[in-house]
């Protein structure tokens, strides 16, 4: 490790952008007895960074995996970037996905940060060449792409940049592991990383589906809750596929339904315009579908749901529970 990286797991870090991304960010680090520094202009950044933590720590309830009062880090919020990331050896940036906006606040981190501080980007789509283009230090700058809520889903995109050190890379992927997580290695940088395109095809299909009338809001979600969601939740899309293909495995798979390809089954290259029509049918339907609850609410259903299904995994020592029985192991509980 080079004399200006940083070598160790984070002791204190800091959060510079407050929305549901950074105060998920928050609360992990914080739930694992790391003091955090944030900072954030919005006037209403504490009270999501609170709402979010409370969250948080019932997540980490349900999984046994809840922390004693006195084992959680620390929150201080500042009132400037400098104040927020002075002292800090570890700083995560969650700012809005505008470059400018990136490229200002990333300067302004990489000039008042300590010079072994590490640099996380949480930007879902852009290339970390691109945002480290303004930098002083590149080497430091990372994509640290997490999945919300960040405080709950172990995945988190790891990507370089042209100037980033690879020792940078290495310390961000075992500080990523001893916050519970999953840290994907990204081969090249490339928009979007790895799952957002996944996700960004079955969102251009399922917008379709909605402007053609063929299914509602509901029903496209009761078409993944209920059927191959549960599936790539345990095994993804290949190992399912592997599975489909019985004795003969995906080489089979794939000489059985290969030629589906050629059909004209999807719209992936076409993307339907969002006229104000097809934005108050989603609107409407979406209001329709789960309007009767609260966003919190949603989000407590949605933890206690991904809880459940971790410890399940858990117990079969399979997929995200594995990141769970890890966790266990290091005495991450009260």
Not at 10 to 24: F, K, L, M, P, Q
Not at 81 to 104: G, N, T
Not at 162 to 170: Q, Y
């Amino acid at each position: 490790m080079d004399d200006d990286t940083a070598a160790a797991p984070a002791t204190a870090a800091a959060a510079v952008g407050c929305g549901v991304i950074g105060a998920g960010w928050i609360a992990r680090l914080r739930l694992s007895g790391i003091d955090v520094r944030a900072y954030d202009p919005a006037p209403t950044a504490l009270d999501v960074i609170t709402q979010v933590h409370d969250n948080a720590r019932l997540a980490w309830r349900e999984l046994d995996l809840e922390p004693d009062d006195d084992a959680i880090g620390s929150l201080t919020m500042c009132a400037t970037i400098d104040e927020a990331v002075a002292e800090a050896d570890f700083i995560v940036e969650s700012v809005p996905e505008r470059l400018d906006l990136k490229h200002a606040t990333l300067v302004a981190i990489d000039a008042a940060s300590i010079p072994t501080a590490i640099i996380a980007s949480s930007t879902s789509g852009f290339k970390p060449s691109v945002l480290a283009e303004p930098l002083t230090h590149p080497r430091r700058l990372v994509v640290g792409h997490p999945f919300n809520p960040v405080y709950l889903l172990p995945l988190v995109e790891v990507v370089g940049g042209a100037d980033t050190a690879d020792d940078v890379i290495e310390c961000a992927m075992g500080l990523y592991r001893s916050l519970g997580m999953h840290p994907l290695r990204v081969r090249a940088e490339i928009d979007a990383h790895i799952a957002d395109r996944l996700l960004e095809a079955v969102w251009r299909e399922a917008l379709w589906l909605v402007k053609d009338g063929i299914a509602t809001t509901e029903e496209i979600d009761d078409s993944i809750r209920y059927g191959f969601g549960l599936r790539w939740a345990q095994m993804g899309l290949f190992e399912t596929y592997r599975i489909a293909g019985g004795l003969g495995g995906m080489r089979h798979f794939i000489s059985q339904f290969g030629e589906c390809l050629s059909w004209p089954w999807t719209k992936l290259m076409d993307v339907p315009e969002l006229t104000d029509e097809l934005i108050d049918t989603i609107a409407s339907q979406s209001d329709e579908q789960s309007g009767h609850l609260t966003v919190r609410e949603l989000e407590r259903i949605r933890d206690r749901n991904v809880a459940a299904m971790m410890l399940a995994l858990e117990r079969n020592e399979w997929g995200a529970g594995q990141v769970v029985a890890e966790m266990r192991q290091r005495g991450a509980v009260r």
